[in-house]
Nanobody, 129 residues
Framework: QVQLVESGGGLVQAEGSLRLSCVASLRTFSTSVMAWFRQASGKEREFVAS?????????KLADAVKGRFTISRDNAKNTVYLQMNSLKLDDTAVYYC?????????????????????WGQGTQVTVSS
């Protein structure tokens, strides 16, 4: 059974920073595409960031977070990170990590929820003014 456990969420003031972590219990983690999505209250879940299998490999960021968020991974720790800087009120949401063991890197496909069979429970990020 695959488990994804997110951590690092919390309450932060606007322009502050947080780093989310997600640990995956999947032996094929190093060959899996990882992603972060988020869902604000009353809105649909949306893509935030994705990273290809290799350390330092391809990344994809949503336009809303480019220049502020960074996604990275440590395959030795089965962990993916989301560094969030210059946080805005609109970044308030539940953040989910997701893993796709069989997905080849595609800048379009990696943004689509349908390609991720495993999801974490989510971690709340609240940005205050």
């Amino acid at each position: 059974q695959v488990q994804l456990v997110e951590s690092g969420g919390g309450l932060v003031q606007a322009e502050g920073s947080l780093r989310l972590s997600c640990v995956a219990s999947l032996r094929t983690f190093s060959t899996s595409v990882m992603a972060w999505f988020r869902q604000a209250s009353g809105k649909e879940r949306e893509f935030v960031a994705s990273i290809s299998q290799q350390r330092g490999g391809d990344t994809k960021l949503a336009d809303a977070v480019k220049g502020r968020f960074t996604i990275s991974r440590d395959n030795a720790k089965n962990t993916v990170y989301l560094q969030m800087n210059s946080l805005k009120l609109d970044d308030t949401a539940v953040y989910y990590c997701a893993i796709s063991p069989g997905l080849g890197w595609s800048p379009v496909a990696v943004t689509q929820e349908v390609h991720y069979p495993y999801w974490g429970q989510g971690t709340q990020v609240t940005v205050s003014s």
